[in-house]
């Protein structure tokens, strides 16, 4: 598995953001083959971020081109900026 982290330091609104996201991106990134999962979360202060889980690193970096263009299409009046990106291979895993 693979993981792909966005940060986004300067939010108008993480609410918004995270809606936005829910209905279009996270909607196109179901389609894209080897999807595992997708999060936002609202870190305080303005700041947020989203996680994306892939079955391996191939379908991560094409989801990702794919996630930063609908960024910058969609999302360029609730963020400032662009995201800090950080992808690794998943090494553990603990679900209930």
Known sequence: MYVVIRK????RSVAEAARRA???L???LKQTPGFQGYCVF??????????SLFE???????????????IQAS???????EPEITMGEVLATVTP
């Open 8 to 11: 986004f330091n300067r939010m």
């Open 22 to 24: 829910e209905s279009g």
């Open 26 to 28: 996270g909607q196109m």
């Open 42 to 51: 609202d870190a305080g202060h303005g700041m947020g971020g989203s996680i």
């Open 56 to 70: 391996n690193q191939e379908a991560a970096l094409a989801a990702n081109e794919k996630a930063l263009a609908w």
């Open 75 to 81: 999302r360029t009046d609730v963020i400032d900026g």
